[in-house]
């Protein structure tokens, strides 16, 4: 996706500012989604595919875009996330669990941050 904003600059006027602060607060996106994790077996990795039939906040997220998933706070220790976006209006979360016992996470509210670039 291309910028519409004119940078680098030397000097930047406000009317570029604005026009550049404007196009950040359009790419970046924000949002959670009330989640039950499957079941983690033992040094294993699982992969999640949510869409916006899960989570309305999913809408909008674009295929490469940078995004970060953050747990709940009561996450289970053991476990390790990352998340991803391979296709538009998709989040797929990756849950690793590098114990040698099976880990099964309590539901609960996800929070995400991205930005398209």
């Known amino acids: 996706m291309a910028w519409l904003a004119a ?12 026009r550049f602060l404007r196009e950040i607060h359009g790419r970046t996106k924000f949002g959670s989604f009330t989640w039950n ?4 077996p033992a040094n294993s990795t699982v992969d999640t595919v949510l869409t ?9 997220l674009r295929a490469g875009m940078s995004i970060a998933v953050t747990p709940p706070a009561g996450i289970e220790s053991g476990l390790g996330w990352g998340a991803r976006v391979a296709t538009d209006n998709t989040l797929t979360v990756r849950l ?4 040698a016992g099976a880990i099964d996470p309590a539901s609960g509210t996800w929070t995400f941050h991205g930005m398209v670039i």
């Open 52 to 60: 916006t039939s899960d989570a309305a906040d999913i809408t909008g």
């Open 96 to 99: 690793v669990n590098a114990t």
């Open 7 to 18: 940078f680098p600059q030397e000097r930047w006027e406000l009317p570029d500012i604005r």
């Open 37 to 40: 994790p499957p079941n983690v």
